[in-house]
C-alpha cells in the first residue's frame, strides 16, 4: 500500500523559513518523478515544484522560484521542500504528489499518466 505523508506545516511570520517533508512508504521514491502541489483558500490548486526521476533535474514555478527548493533523501525515502522568504500569499495546504508514469513540466508542474498517489497534505500559513 502506497502511501504519502506530509509534514512540516505551521504558522510563520513573513520572512521566514519552513521545511516541508514528504514521507513515503510502499513505493520507492528513488526512480520516479514526484512534485510539490499548494492550493488555497477559493483557488485552484498549484503545481509549484518537482524533481525528476531520471537526473532529478529540479523544476519550479515563478511564485517559489529562488525562494523555495526541492530536494528528495533517497535513503529515508523523503521528499523535501525548503521554504524561505515566505510570503502571505504562500499560505495554503501543500501536498506531494508522485507515480510511476509521471514527469516533470518546466514550469514546476508535475504530471501522470497513470494512477497518481498524493498525501493528506500540510498547512502552511503565513502570517504576522
Known amino acids: 500500500q502506497v502511501q504519502l505523508v506530509e509534514s512540516g506545516g505551521g504558522l510563520v511570520q513573513p520572512g521566514g523559513s519552513l521545511r516541508l517533508s514528504c514521507a513515503a512508504s510502499?513505493?520507492?521514491?528513488?526512480?520516479?518523478?514526484i512534485g510539490w502541489f499548494r492550493q488555497a483558500p477559493g483557488k485552484e490548486r498549484e503545481g509549484i515544484s518537482c524533481?525528476?526521476?531520471?537526473?532529478?533535474?529540479?523544476y519550479y514555478a515563478d511564485s517559489v522560484k529562488g525562494r523555495f527548493t526541492i530536494s528528495r533523501d533517497n535513503a529515508k525515502n523523503t521528499l523535501y521542500l525548503q521554504m524561505n522568504s515566505l510570503r502571505p500569499e504562500d499560505t495554503a495546504v501543500y501536498y506531494c504528489s508522485t507515480s510511476t508514469g509521471g514527469y516533470c513540466s518546466g514550469y514546476g508542474v508535475f504530471y501522470s499518466t497513470v494512477y497518481d498517489y498524493w498525501g493528506q497534505g500540510t498547512q502552511v500559513t503565513v502570517s504576522s
Open positions: 510502499g513505493f520507492s521514491l528513488e526512480y520516479y518523478a
Open positions: 524533481i525528476s526521476g531520471s537526473d532529478h533535474s529540479t
